[in-house]
Every structure is written in C-alpha cells, then in structure tokens.
C-alpha cells in the first residue's frame, strides 16, 4: 500500500511539486538563516580562535567580550609571569582603528599587536609574505579581505603602504585570519607597532596571553592568576563562549535571525499544510472507497505519513543542496560571506524541523482521512 | 421472465442458503434536530449463488441499506447476519477486516484512483491483504483478461470508456474472491449497450461458486439479469419477485 500512498500522490503532479517545493524553500530558508547565524558567532570569537598558541586569557574584570577590551596595566605581564604554574606570558593588543583607503575614505579595521618576540597571536596561514616578515620596520600583515577592500579588482601583492592613522604601514604579509564581527578588515602587527599606531596612553596592554606548565591543570592556574592578579583569567574556550553569550544578549542577532527561522518554519507548515490539506480534500473520495474496500485507519495514516515522509525527504533534499550552493559559491567569491559554512549540525537539525513540519502538517490534515465517511462512495 | 413472489424475510426454498439476512433493521440519521429514520423495520435477505435485485424509489433506503450490509455502516436495532456474521457484535477494526475479506464492492462513480493504472487498481484488495505486488497484479490482469480488458490493463483510468472503467472496478470487487458482491447502481454512468455488456460479464464472472450478488439499481432495463428483485419503499421492503420460478405477486 505504500507504493500505492506514493502513486496518489506523483499521480498529482502540482500538489506533489507543491509540497516538495514547500519544504524545499523552508529547508533553504532555515538553513541559510542558522548557518549565518552561526558564522556570525564564530566571527564573534574570531580573534580568541586565531590565537592558538595560548590556552589563558587575562584581561580586566570588566571585560565580556574580546572586541570590547579595558587596558591593562604594563605591570600586569610580570604579575601574570609570576604566578605558579604559569609557562610562559605574553602581551596582546587589540584596537578598533580606521584606515585611509586610495579613494580617500575610511575603512573600520582591527588592529592586534602580538608580543614582538614570540608574536604569539598571528595566525600561521601565510598566503604571501612570512611572520618573519612582520620584524621589519612598519609592517604589517593583512587579511585578504582586507586588502581587496582597499585595493579593489587588484591581485593579493606585499610592498604597499597605506596610512593608519597618520602614520605608515607597510603590508608585508597576507594571512588568511578568520573573519571578524566587526570589521572585514584585520591588521596584525609587532606589539610595540601597534600601540605606536593608537598612541592611546600609557597603559594599552589589551590582554594578556598565558599557557600553562601543566595543560591538564589550566583550570587551576586561572583560578591562581585570578586569585593573585585579581584579573580576569579564563580559557580560550571560555573566553570564545563569553564573546558569543555577549553577541547574544548585547545585539539583535539572536532575535532577528530567530525570527525569520521561526517564520521558515512556519510558512512551510502553511505551505505544505494547506497544499497537503487540499490533496487530501481532492483526493478524499479516494480515501472512502479505500475504506469501503476494508483498507484500517491506522493503515490510510501509514500511507498518509509514508506520502508526507516523500515529500519531505525530497524536499529538504532539494532545500539542502540549494543552500549548500548558497554558501559553496560566495564563501569562495565574495568576502563579505566568508566564514559562513553549512554545519553538518545545522544539516542534521533542519532536517529534524523538516520531519516537524511535514508530519504537523499531515497530522492537522489526516483528521479528515480519519473520519471520512465511506459511505461516501454510495452516493452518486 | 416468469417471477413469484414471498414474504420479504421468508426465503422461497428451504434449502436455499443465505449469505444475507437481515431483520427489523433500524437506521435514522440526524438532520438539524430531528431524526429521519431511513430503515424502517426492514427484512431483508439475500441468496447465495443468485443476482439478487434491490430496487426501489431514490431515497427509499437501499443505499443504506447496503451500507449496513456492507458493514459500512452500522445499523441501530434489528439482527444482521453477512455469511453467517453477526455484524453488530464485530468492532471497527473487525469489520474493515470484514469488508477486506469478504466482500466486494461495486460504485456508481468507479472510484477508481486516477493514479493508478487498471491492473493496480485491480489488484487493490489483493494489496491491502498483504498479498505481494507482484502476485496481485498477476492475479488481477488474469481477471481483466476474463473481462475482455487483455489490451488494456496498463492503462490509466482516464485512457478507459465508461464500460471499461465499470469492469475494472468489477475486476477490483472480485480479484480477492469475496462471497458477498454488493454493486450500487453499476450501470447508471454506461450507456444502455454497455450495460448490458457490463452485467453480462458480472453474472458471468461474478455468480462463480458459492458467491452471492446483491445489486442496487434503478435501471429497469437490467432486471432481466435478476434471480431475486426485491422491492423497497420508505424503509421497507415490501415485495419480493423470484424472477426465474413462475411465482409472481
């Protein structure tokens, strides 16, 4: 009978591409919404990701976000070094800064100096130039975003200058960073660079970067800076968590992206509902007469969920490979979009919420198989 | 055609056996507030082996009347006995089980699914009993063949006339060998010619065994095909011919 339940309905060639598009464009939708929604939260953390030598962050205690840093004492490096457990400590600064771009205008950047010895912080993926480079005078590495926003349609090249605020900088390296939340363009630089190109007083030590004699006690070696410091001392995972919960409760991401999954999720229900409905309302002298032959109630509803579970499989199916296009194509073309990725959880949940919306709305419509009449088929 | 005519619950020969009996039946539907009663009281009985005829003004009760032998629909009062089932002591469940085993059914309308073609329409109740795809639809195009349908089993219901549609749903009715055939107006949507084809091809193949036929008709031009006519008015059967005896009344 489950053939016959998939017959019925490719035999009803416009409710059936009705019902597959109907879950096809809630998949997309739902999709591409949480998919974004997690790129952002990943960009939220981007600096703590990229800086994978260190497993400790220290900062001030008001700090709840790696975009939002308070300036730390200079004294507070050697604080840090002291304290037991710790291997070793290095400085980091991060700014918001603004560039001038060929046209003349400005460009929003972020800026992250790494300690000048070790420059602990830069990430290690090198597509022109090397971090050796970064020791020379003036320089500085750049993401390729970056550059193509200030150097639009040209190649990724090193040797140009550009002046932030008001004083020169040479890029000498392109390093593909993660993207960030709140600028496309990142710079990385020397410590002592960066805080020349701010000049924001004497104290300009964002955080400070710490690893841990012993990785499996990082717990209590926070809980001993914190304690000896009395500033804040929490793991990279914890700090790339607080940055998020920051996004989360400070921003309206959550709501506005909330909202347009929820509506997703709802316009698939009406659309697949209603044209579900409407098979069956067309369809329902069908049901009778399957009825009258002494086909059971609980065999129309095996039927009814087996046509549902088609449309739906094929449906998120469709609305799957269209928004893995979605993000397959512009992760690769546009900068903008970089970072945004199609989870393999988010695959995996959507297609949950697809089983949620077919079945809902098989249910709100099977009531009428149920209790149709098969008498009906008597009458003329 | 000579006839006879009885008492509507007394059977004309004590031998004969009875695959339908049905007596003081009872059915009323709700409309607004009151109650109509559609059955009245009714007898009813129906022979196996033979056409039995129901005939009777539009909405004298016959359609109800055989959806409560159908086990379609249930009767208020009264005994009802369908090949030797008491059908008010079976639950739901049992009677669709009933319907599936027993009986074969025969619309007005077809009802036949637009998506299936005629062999897979055929092969239906064969399907619903579990019988493998295969096997039901080589036992229904085996019958579709016995209905003069050899050249059209894969063809959809809208590539069929009206008369090869009826024969498809004969061959649906019977493909699972039932012992109860209840046909509602079978030639009401064929022209006269085709008709007559059709209830020729039903008591041939339908009247096989031991298989009892009870058909619902207006169509006075098919009595012909009758063993057993008998007549309803306002909820009761008040006449019963045996068509072939000689007795009439």
Known sequence: ?380 | MTSSLETPTQPPEASASLAVRCSAIEKSFAAGEQRIRVLRGTDFIAESGKMNFLVGPSGCGKTTLISVIGAILRCESGELEVLGEDLRSLKNGRLADFRLNNLGFIFQQFNLLPALNAEENASLPLVAQGVSTSKAERLARVLLERLGLEDQTKKMPNQLSGGQQQRVAIARALVHEPRLLICDEPTASLAAASGHTVMELLRDVALEGDRSVIVVTHDNRIFEFADRISHMADGRITRVEHTHTGDVA
């Not at chain 1, 308070?70 to 603004?98: D, I, K, S, Y």
């Not at chain 1, 989360?248 to 697949?272: H, K, R, W, Y």
């Open chain 1, 1 to 380: 009978m489950m053939r016959t339940a998939i017959r019925m309905l490719i035999g009803d060639k416009t409710k059936c591409l009705g019902l597959i598009f109907g879950v096809a464009l809630s998949t997309l939708l739902v999709c591409q919404q949480v998919s974004i929604f997690f790129g952002l939260l990943a960009r939220a953390s981007s600096v703590v990701t990229d800086v994978r030598e260190a497993d400790i962050w220290v900062m001030d205690p008001s700090v709840t976000t790696v975009d939002a840093p308070f300036a730390l004492r200079e004294t507070a490096l050697q604080r840090v070094r002291g304290v037991e457990g710790v291997e070793w400590a290095v400085p980091f600064f991060r700014a918001n800064v603004q560039v001038r771009t060929r046209e003349g205008t400005l460009e929003n950047a972020i800026l992250l100096g790494s300690d000048d010895a070790s420059l602990v912080g830069v990430p290690d993926n090198f597509m022109l130039g090397s971090i050796e480079d970064l020791t020379m005078p003036d320089s500085i590495a750049m993401n390729p975003a970056g550059f193509r926003l200030l150097f639009p349609g040209e190649e990724l090249d090193v040797g140009r200058v550009i002046e932030l605020n008001d004083r020169r900088a040479r890029i000498a390296a392109i390093v593909d960073a993660s993207p960030a939340f709140s600028a496309n363009l990142s710079i990385f630089t020397r410590y002592s660079l960066a805080t020349q190109y701010t000049n924001n007083g004497r104290n300009q030590m964002s955080f400070v970067l710490a690893i841990a004699s012993n990785p499996s006690a990082i717990d209590d070696v926070t809980s001993r800076i914190t304690e000896t410091t009395e500033l804040k001392a929490v793991t990279s995972d914890q700090f790339r968590l607080e940055s998020i919960l920051y996004i989360l409760a400070n921003t309206g991401i959550p709501v506005s992206f909330g909202t347009v999954v929820i509506l997703g999720v709802f316009i698939g229900i009406a659309i697949v509902g209603l044209t579900f409905n409407q098979f069956i309302s067309e369809n329902i002298r069908q049901y009778a007469a399957l009825k009258a032959i002494g086909v059971r109630n609980l065999r129309l509803l095996v039927m009814t969920l087996t046509q549902a579970l088609f449309v739906g499989t094929i449906g998120y199916g469709l609305g799957l490979f269209a928004a893995s296009q979605f993000f397959n194509w512009p992760s690769k073309n546009v900068d903008a979009l970089r970072g945004f990725y199609l989870l393999p959880e988010v695959a995996i949940g959507v297609a949950i919420l697809s089983i949620v919306i077919v079945f809902t709305s098989t249910v709100l419509s099977m009531r009428r198989v149920l209790v149709v009449d098969p008498a009906t088929v008597f009458r003329g």
